[in-house]
T-cell receptor, first 108, second 113 residues
Framework: RKEVEQDPGPFNVPEGATVAFNCTYSNSASQSFFWYRQDCRKEPKLLMSVYSSGNEDGRFTAQLNRASQYISLLIRDSKLSDSATYLCVVNVGPSMRFGAGTRLTVKP | EAGVVQSPRYKIIEKKQPVAFWCNPISGHNTLYWYLQNLGQGPELLIRYENEEAVDDSQLPKDRFSAERLKGVDSTLKIQPAELGDSAVYLC???????????FGPGTRLTVL
């Protein structure tokens, strides 16, 4: 089992849609969780951290389920500019492990 | 505030040649990471430094890859000799003390012919 696994995608959604991504992790001792966004041929950029209580930033909501060892990202009212690859990141010991990413395309 | 700086941005070499990448982290960031990213995949950690100490190099192919961060600031990643399969984007990231948040540089796109 991979340390971090994400929905394979791609997700193609219309503008205004709500879309959700899941990410599972294998190490029950993991404590740090993040979602990064990566545009085509660009570097990853932090989208949001994921806290135990869940957190929201505008149209984006991240949640953590420790019992089932997964994190999720919900995007409401999708915009064309949300088109990107979303990377799930989880710590394994002192270092971070990235998922393979889920590609999202928002269409007019 | 300046971000993470990497050079060169692009490099094309023939197989068996050596290559080196340079990274200057955000000022004050103690932690520095080197990642390799293949097309369609997430970044894979090669090495993590805390100041000048390599605290995780378990994923670094030590037969051909080496890295250094002598003064705990900028860092160099070297491949010698390069192989065709080394073609990828090499990303450098840095982070502040006590946090796992990482800030990435633009990467170096390596093509090995």
């Amino acid at each position: 089992r991979k340390e971090v696994e994400q929905d394979p995608g791609p997700f193609n959604v219309p503008e205004g849609a709500t879309v959700a991504f899941n990410c599972t992790y294998s190490n029950s001792a993991s404590q740090s969780f993040f979602w990064y966004r990566q545009d085509c041929r660009k570097e990853p950029k932090l989208l949001m951290s994921v806290y135990s209580s869940g957190n929201e930033d505008g149209r984006f909501t991240a949640q953590l389920n420790r019992a089932s060892q997964y994190i999720s990202l919900l995007i409401r009212d999708s915009k064309l500019s949300d088109s990107a690859t979303y990377l799930c990141v989880v710590n394994v010991g002192p270092s971070m492990r990235f998922g393979a990413g889920t590609r999202l395309t928002v269409k007019p | 505030e300046a971000g993470v700086v990497q050079s060169p941005r692009y490099k094309i070499i023939e197989k068996k040649q050596p290559v080196a990448f340079w990274c200057n982290p955000i000022s004050g960031h103690n932690t520095l990471y080197w990642y390799l990213q293949n097309l369609g995949q997430g970044p894979e950690l090669l090495i993590r430094y805390e100041n000048e100490e390599a605290v995780d190099d378990s994923q670094l192919p030590k037969d051909r890859f080496s890295a250094e961060r002598l003064k705990g600031v900028d860092s160099t990643l070297k491949i010698q000799p390069a192989e065709l399969g080394d073609s990828a984007v090499y990303l450098c990231a840095s982070g502040g003390a006590g946090t796992d948040t990482q800030y990435f540089g633009p990467g170096t796109r390596l093509t090995v012919l």
